[in-house]
């Protein structure tokens, strides 16, 4: 396979780099009273700033430019500034420097950094992942064709989908859990899974699949590229698969920009992708 120009650079140790400087960021905040405080901006994915997502970006453009300075061309798309150039628009840098901001705003465990370097405008163009869940401390990654990897260790052969005697998934992670979402899909749910997880983190959870800590996972709310971009890769290089729901030219049609476009599942088998797909979303 020909290594693509843009994958000669470190984005692994800057993305390792750009955790560590994160973590800095959460101790130097430990309380949710701390957390809590905004900005007063909004950021260019349409959510209110919080000073730690703000810092958290920091850390993450100090990085960037390390490798812009360094030889590196591309365009940041970040979750709080939006479109940043760094010199080549054909190559984009997918960033959300803390998925799952409520649950560090709370102090719950799961809320990771995203990070995906892709060649081309949509999913199907990203060709590095990593996602640094912040609460156990696990670093994911993957480069196309190259496979995935849990805190350095390859994920060889995962284990298959677990199910019930009567065919249902063993456990479904949720996404976008809001009630009311919950509540239109409640019949789809219970029809194909006997338990579900939220965890809060559309990133982490989609992670989960890579290894089969959980069967699949659902969004039942369109997704933004930040939260997605770097755990797709991390999926599919763990032989599993995904699909955003809806989207045109494929099922990993949807564009790499800040805007919410289509639910996201993903599965270990093709046959639970296809009945996943037709859960009701919004």
Same mark, same amino acid.
């Given at each position: 396979m020909t290594t693509h120009p843009a994958l000669q650079h470190d984005w692994l140790g800057a993305c390792r780099r750009a955790a560590e400087g994160l973590q800095s960021v959460l101790r130097d905040?430990?309380?949710?009273?701390?957390?809590?405080?905004?900005?007063?901006?909004?950021?260019?994915?349409?959510?209110?700033?919080? &000073?730690?997502? #703000?810092?958290? !970006?920091?850390?993450?453009?100090?990085?960037?430019?390390?490798?812009? *300075?360094? $030889?590196?061309?591309?365009?940041?798309?970040?979750?709080?500034?939006?479109?940043?150039?760094?010199?080549?628009?054909?190559?984009?840098?997918?960033?959300?420097?803390?998925?799952?901001?409520?649950?560090?705003?709370?102090?719950?465990?799961?809320?990771?950094?995203? &990070?995906?370097? #892709?060649?081309? !405008?949509?999913?199907?163009?990203?060709i590095f992942g990593f996602?640094? *869940?912040? $609460?156990?401390?696990?670093?994911w990654r993957a480069t196309l064709g190259e496979g995935t990897y849990l805190n350095g260790v390859r994920v060889d052969h995962p284990p298959p989908e677990r199910t019930t005697q009567d065919g249902r998934l063993e456990l479904l992670a949720?996404?976008?859990?809001?009630?009311?979402?919950?509540?239109?899909?409640?019949?789809?749910?219970?029809?194909?899974?006997?338990?579900?997880?939220?965890?809060?983190?559309?990133?982490?959870?989609?992670?989960?699949?890579?290894?089969?800590?959980v069967d699949a996972m659902a969004s039942l709310a369109r997704t933004r590229a930040v939260d997605a971009a770097a755990a797709q890769l991390i999926v599919r290089e763990s032989g599993g698969h995904v699909e955003f729901v809806g989207a045109p030219g494929g099922p990993l049609g949807a564009p790499l920009d800040l805007e919410p476009h289509h639910p996201v599942v993903a599965a270990r088998s093709a046959e639970t992708l296809a009945r996943l797909r037709e859960l009701p979303a919004v």
């Open positions: 905040h430990p309380t949710s009273r701390e957390r809590i405080i905004e900005t007063g901006e909004t950021g260019g994915g349409g959510d209110r700033t919080l &000073v730690i997502d #703000a810092e958290a !970006e920091d850390r993450v453009f100090e990085e960037l430019q390390r490798l812009h *300075d360094g $030889g590196a061309r591309f365009t940041a798309v970040s979750e709080e500034r939006g479109n940043v150039d760094f010199g080549d628009d054909g190559v984009l840098v997918v960033v959300d420097p803390i998925d799952g901001s409520l649950n560090a705003k709370r102090g719950l465990p799961h809320h990771a950094l995203s &990070v995906a370097v #892709a060649t081309g !405008e949509t999913m199907a163009d990203v996602v640094y *869940d912040l $609460g156990p401390g696990e670093e949720v996404e976008s859990a809001d009630p009311r979402w919950l509540a239109l899909a409640s019949d789809d749910l219970v029809a194909a899974t006997r338990r579900i997880r939220a965890m809060g983190s559309i990133a982490v959870s989609m992670c989960q699949v890579a290894n089969t800590r």
